[in-house]
């Protein structure tokens, strides 16, 4: 009994090393890959940061106010260009135009709370790569530093230097790539969270103020003038009274 329990357990081993061995290239594939998209988000985020550097809440109130003003007048173009200002970003210009465009009409709160509930989602999905590259990163470093470890220590054994080297060599340096893929989706992810959640208080913000009841109120007021009989003539109140004219 035991001889056959030693062959099975040797099975195992042996079926667990090739599955290792043969997860190297993958894995190194993928650290690349996962190295290549880091690159990317940071180049994304770099234009996101230089497209908010001139952002002033003096300029965002004045933008929210001129936009109702114009939305007062009737002029939807002059309040969208007003808005445009503000955006700094093509998902937060769409947003900004969903709400410009159901402003002051019935049920237009619904609609516009859905409007922001739809760009937060759409934020947490774009900050969702960067989130799952801070733990993909190491998790690749790691697996990429234990496979080659294998037949490094093979080679030690069998007292082949060059094997050993190598191996060594290439399980250090996947180690760092995912450390700095990491590190660098870590930090994007911190500060892409804050900016985007500052642009969901500017969209809010300017939601509130051209959503105003008062502003709907005056959208749909009637334009026709009031008769008012304090300021008639006295000729005119006595065609209107039933008595007749006052003698």
Avoid: C, W
């Avoid at 079926?15 to 690349?32: D, K, N």
């Avoid at 290549?36 to 952002?55: D, N, Q, T, W």
């Avoid at 760009?119 to 947490?124: E, G, K, L, Y």
Wanted: aromatic share 4%.
């Amino acid at each position: 009994m035991t001889p056959i329990f030693a062959l099975g357990v040797h099975d195992i081993d042996e079926a667990i090393f090739h599955v290792a061995s043969a997860l190297q290239v993958p894995v190194l594939v993928l650290a690349l890959l996962a190295l290549a998209l880091v690159v990317f988000e940071l180049g994304s985020f770099a234009i996101e940061v230089r497209g908010r550097r001139g952002r002033r809440f003096s300029a965002l109130s004045g933008a929210a106010e001129g936009a109702s003003e114009a939305l007062l007048a009737g002029d939807r173009d002059a309040a969208a260009a007003a808005l445009n200002q503000v955006s700094r970003s093509p998902a937060m210009a769409d947003t900004l135009t969903f709400i410009l465009a159901h402003a002051g009409e019935q049920g237009d709160e619904h609609q516009i709370n859905k409007a922001l509930a739809d760009f937060d989602f759409d934020a947490q999905r774009r900050l969702g790569r960067t989130r799952m590259l801070v733990r993909a990163g190491p998790a690749l470093g790691l697996m990429g530093t234990l496979i080659p470890l294998s037949p490094a220590l093979t080679g030690l054994a069998n007292g082949n230097t060059t094997a050993l080297s190598q191996n060594l060599r290439l399980a250090f340096s996947v180690t760092v790539v995912g450390l700095m893929i990491g590190a660098v989706a870590f930090a994007i992810s911190l500060s892409r969270d804050r900016i985007y959640g500052q642009d969901l208080s500017d969209l809010q913000y300017v939601a509130a103020i051209i959503t105003d009841p008062r502003l709907r109120a005056a959208i749909h007021a009637d334009p026709r003038p009031v008769a008012r009989t304090s300021g008639d003539p006295p000729r005119a109140r006595a065609a209107r009274s039933p008595r007749g004219p006052e003698r």
